[in-house]
């Protein structure tokens, strides 16, 4: 077992050292996938059981100002981060010339990785989402989808970061970029009180602006693999697998969140609306 133990710690060293980039290698969180590892280890400990253990016998702490600020932050950074895709210029012809071959263009690579710390930087902080729900007591919107998808995210922009930046990572985070300025501006007027719940009517074609967005990302990918683009295709194959999980996922919080009830007729010919249960 310690023979099997030090050839794992060999093999996982002679990775991280063939795959290192002195540049982003030197950037904060960048050296070790430990310090993220263990915050995603402290986050679900937290959401799943010591914040419910502690707020079990407390008020929900009042927080309208924090989250105004918090959701407000968000749309300004999402706008900044998708601005990222226009500082250099002719970038997007750059990118349609050579969308299916990595970059060799030094500024292009540069801003791919930068670009990419930011969004890492991003799905970090947006791990206070949960923290804010628990602090709230709205427990019941700690789902499996919400924790999956908030993990995930930091743990695969890390990897993506480190070990395969590709071309794929500049549509696919500009796109989910995108949708959360959308999404974080939804939050921030809801955020506001009662006056402005006029303004949410909007609020069931979120999860549909979602599900477009894994669509379209679906898209790409499967061109990409179908014009045999010269990239890094374990990432390629991991995006897909990702995206095909989080549509799954989506797609059935939809149905059970939106889903009409089902009108059946009772045993009696009265007629009672039953909701439909979906598994």
């Not at 993220?36 to 799943?48: D, K, R, T």
């Not at 007027?189 to 990302?217: H, N, R």
């Not at 799954?248 to 045993?267: E, G």
Request: hydrophobic share 50%.
């Amino acid at each position: 077992m310690s023979s099997f133990m030090h050839m794992m710690v060999e093999n996982y060293n002679e990775m991280i050292e063939s795959k290192k980039d002195p540049i982003v290698d030197s950037w904060y969180l960048m050296h070790s996938p430990l310090p993220l590892v263990g915050l995603i280890a402290i986050y679900l400990y937290f959401v799943l059981d010591l914040g419910p253990r502690l707020m079990k016998n407390r008020s929900a702490f009042e927080m309208k100002k924090v989250l105004v600020l918090y959701n407000g932050y968000q749309v300004i950074f999402s706008l900044w981060l998708c601005s990222r895709a226009f500082v250099i210029e002719d970038v997007w012809s750059y990118a349609l010339q050579n969308g299916c071959t990595n970059p060799t263009n030094g500024k292009y690579k540069e801003m791919l990785a930068t670009c990419a710390w930011w969004y890492l930087f991003s799905k970090i902080i947006e791990l206070l989402d949960t923290v804010f729900f628990v602090l709230r007591k709205k427990q019941s919107q700690v789902t499996f989808l919400h924790v999956y998808h908030h993990s995930i995210m930091v743990l695969f922009t890390w990897g993506y970061l480190k070990f395969l930046p590709g071309e794929q990572g500049m549509f696919i985070g500009f796109l989910n970029s995108f949708v959360h300025i959308i999404m974080y501006t939804y939050y921030l007027l809801s955020a506001l009180g009662p006056k402005y719940q006029k303004y949410l009517w909007w609020k069931k074609y979120m999860t549909w602006i979602q599900l477009t967005q894994f669509l379209l990302m679906l898209l790409y990918l499967v061109a990409i693999i179908a014009m045999d683009c010269k990239l890094p295709k374990a990432l390629t194959f991991f995006f897909f697998g990702n995206v095909m999980v989080f549509l799954y996922l989506f797609s059935d919080f939809y149905r059970k969140a939106y889903k009409k009830p089902k009108r059946v007729r009772c045993s009696d010919d009265s007629i009672i609306a039953k909701e439909l249960k979906v598994e």
